[in-house]
């Protein structure tokens, strides 16, 4: 039930894998399809673009699990006994590695292909049955 855009990949995409032998952008080509691998960018500049772009993004409904990943997105702590003061965590300049990343990473990859200034066009979605 869904119209496939660009399909966008991050930089690192032409990395072979150890099963295969083949790079990811390889795999989706043998498949018939064009991906688009991004350039090299610091993590902290896509966070700053998600941020500046959420409040322009819709989300339908069956988006759920990729708005819980954007929620449960955050930074790494550091082990207790590196805190200053022991009541307050001390975080990392990085986020923390789990299942949430997983698909905060991939919106953060896509608002990358597609920076917030960018003219989007109007939204063209298919509005039967939302009430």
């Keep these: 039930g869904f119209i496939l855009g660009d399909v966008i990949l991050p930089h690192d995409a032409q990395q072979r894998e150890l099963q295969s032998g083949k790079s990811r952008v390889e795999a ?9 691998v991004l350039k090299p960018s610091k993590v902290e500049d896509g966070i700053e673009a998600v941020r500046a772009a959420l409040s322009r993004c819709w989300f339908d409904r069956r988006c759920s699990r990729g708005i819980e990943a954007l929620r449960q997105y955050r930074k790494e702590t550091a082990p207790e006994h ?8 001390e975080y990392r300049d990085r986020p923390v590695h789990d299942w949430a990343s997983h698909g905060a990473d991939a919106f953060r990859i896509g608002i990358m292909h597609k920076p917030s200034s960018d003219d989007w066009g109007s939204l063209k979605y298919d509005n039967r049955g939302i009430v």
Excluded: F, N
């Design 28 to 36: 989706l080509k043998s498949l018939g399809l064009k991906p688009i």
């Design 82 to 89: 590196l805190w200053r003061d022991k009541a307050t965590p």
